[in-house]
């Protein structure tokens, strides 16, 4: 099916960005409020009406483009006139994010920001042209590929420049290669999780990296943020799957990436994984892919209390049993997980703490691994409940974003924090960042679960539901300052998956000192000397 595409006014039609312009991803797929959820927004947190509706894209007031009938015609020249456009129906799905900020934003009847031109690059020669003519012109660039981001890391900053282009780089949209001797697989950055993982099917393989923005977020997305899949328990972070990279910077080329392993000095790959479309264009990954896997299984399980089922995925993952997936949600989020769904396949009732495992690859492997997890957990004090909450946590694992923007219509702020630290400093850690975030939103109620593991530690998820209130985003802001100076005084690092973008960036410093600041603004200064990549976003 052709994207959909929407005239401006400058005559320009675009492909639309499959992200909703005010909410998360397809209308269609957008979920009411049980009566359950309704219910216990009442009771915990006074929540009964709905709120005060935002604006339609009609309605929305952008800032007139800044760019000239000159630079549009150079943008035009560089990459075809079809793929530019001024006009605000395009302008808007890129003027940012979709954090619970951006949504509120996104409700203003005021004049809001947006780039001034949206430009879509087909080839590499297409970027390093757009580039030139950026540097040469002041005008700051946003690498954009899923609009998935949740850190402000696509804010249309201009950064003291004359304007800013929402770089869309979705054409780049193929497989350009597979090495099945090596499992090795070629991708355009612009190609989405789906449409990535159907174009390696289609010849049996792979890639097996599921985030939450999955549906949305590409593959040059995951790269340059350091993306954590729901799968790293078996297939890594999206970071330990990339094997190579071609990236297109101001100054020149880089084909990162040529061997397994090796020790020609510091692996420069890892410049650009985390970079944020700060020092460069990822155009091209290249990935570690595995066969399809032929069977799968699935258990869940339930623990007394959150630190008898942490002990219990740190044995798991100190053994090395091999799980693909291994979760743990705390009480609270048991039980609104719970009321999130009638019933769970007629499983017993979940008290405690609920966890999730999942197996796949050959019948001997998922048997050996399966077992293997399963003695563990026993012996840790779980309890197993079979296979329906797991199989109906992998049914709904995409769609919990369009619970928040329910929830936002209903009045409830909802927003999500993330962090790891070490398996000792983690029970300090969450305590630490719920007392934070209740102190600076009274009422709130605070989830958390276990979203990823390693040998040494594990990754901690927040989300926050609050009765929305007056001023909701400096509200927000608060509480998310305040939580951010807590993860920091436990030891937790300032994001584990999310990325920096520019919530985080106050505390870079913090997270690798006044010489790794330097260090960075360095290697900046080198790549990107005109300053036009992604202001305001990753480096102090």
């Known amino acids: 099916m052709a994207p959909e595409t929407q005239a401006g006014p400058a005559g320009a039609a675009l492909p639309l960005p499959p992200m909703k312009w005010d909410a998360w991803g397809d209308p269609a797929l ?22 005060e509706p935002g604006p339609t894209a009609d309605e929305v007031v952008l800032r007139p483009s800044r760019l000239t009938d000159a630079d549009l015609k150079a943008l035009a020249d560089a990459v075809g006139e079809a793929h530019v456009s001024a006009a ?14 951006d949504l509120l934003r996104r409700r203003s009847r005021e004049a809001q920001d947006a780039p001034d031109a949206v430009v879509l690059p087909g080839s590499e020669d297409e970027i390093a042209a757009v580039l030139a003519l950026c540097a040469e012109r002041r005008i700051a660039v946003v690498p954009f ?10 804010d249309p900053e201009r950064g003291g420049l004359t304007a800013v282009i929402s770089l869309d780089l979705r054409r780049l949209d193929q497989l350009l290669d597979l090495d099945e001797t090596s499992g090795e697989a070629l991708l355009g950055a612009g190609l989405t999780g789906p449409a990535a993982e159907a174009l390696l099917a289609d010849r049996g393989y792979e890639l097996g990296h599921y985030p939450q923005s999955f549906r949305f977020a590409t593959i040059g997305g995951f790269a340059a943020t350091r993306s954590s899949g729901q799968d790293s328990a078996g297939h890594g972070r999206f970071d330990e799957m990339v094997r190579g990279l071609r990236v297109v910077t101001p ?20 410049l650009f994984l985390g970079s944020e479309g700060t020092l460069g264009v990822i155009t091209a990954v290249r990935v570690r892919v595995h066969p399809l896997p032929a069977v799968k299984a699935y258990e869940a399980w339930s623990f007394p209390d959150f630190a008898t089922g942490t002990a219990a995925l740190r044995a798991v993952e100190q053994q090395g049993t091999g799980p693909t997936v291994i979760r743990l949600s705390d009480e609270a989020e048991t039980m609104v997980n719970l009321a999130m769904t009638e019933q769970i396949g007629g499983s017993p009732a979940v008290s405690g703490c609920l966890a999730v495992t999942v197996f796949e690859g050959t019948d001997a492997l998922v048997a ?22 797991a199989r109906a946590w992998e049914h709904g694992r995409f ?15 909802c927003e999500t924090l993330e962090t790891a630290a070490n398996w000792s400093r983690l029970p300090h850690l969450r305590v630490a960042v719920t007392e934070a975030l209740t102190t600076a939103l009274p009422g709130a109620l605070v989830l958390c679960h276990i979203s990823h593991v390693y040998p040494t530690g594990a990754s901690l998820y927040f989300t926050v539901v609050a009765a929305l209130g007056e001023d909701p985003l400096t509200r927000w802001t608060a509480a ?3 939580a951010g100076d807590a993860i920091v005084a436990a030891g937790g690092t300032i994001t584990h998956h999310h990325a920096v973008g520019a919530d985080h960036r106050p505390w870079m ?7 790794g600041v330097r260090i960075l603004r360095a290697v900046k200064a080198e790549l990107d000397p005109a300053g036009i990549l992604n202001p305001g976003k990753l480096i102090p």
Do not use: F, M
């Not at 997890?373 to 296979?387: C, D, F, I, K, P």
């Open 30 to 51: 957008a979920k009411e409020l049980s009566a359950d959820i309704k219910g216990l927004l009442a009771a915990a947190l006074g929540v009964t009406g709905d709120a």
């Open 88 to 101: 605000d129906a395009d302008r808007l799905p890129r003027a940012g994010g979709k954090s619970t900020p």
């Open 145 to 154: 590929g899923g609009g998935t981001s949740v850190v402000g890391g696509l």
């Open 251 to 270: 100054v020149g080329v880089l084909d990162l990436g040529r061997a397994p392993a090796s020790a020609a000095g510091p692996d420069l790959r890892e």
């Open 368 to 389: 050996a691994r399966h077992q293997l997890t399963r003695e563990v957990l026993l012996a840790a004090g779980g309890t197993s409940l079979g296979e329906a909450p």
């Open 399 to 413: 769609s919990a974003p369009y619970l928040r923007d329910s929830l936002l219509g209903a009045g409830a702020l």
């Open 480 to 482: 998310k300052h305040a």
């Open 509 to 515: 410093t913090d997270e690798i000192g006044e010489l």
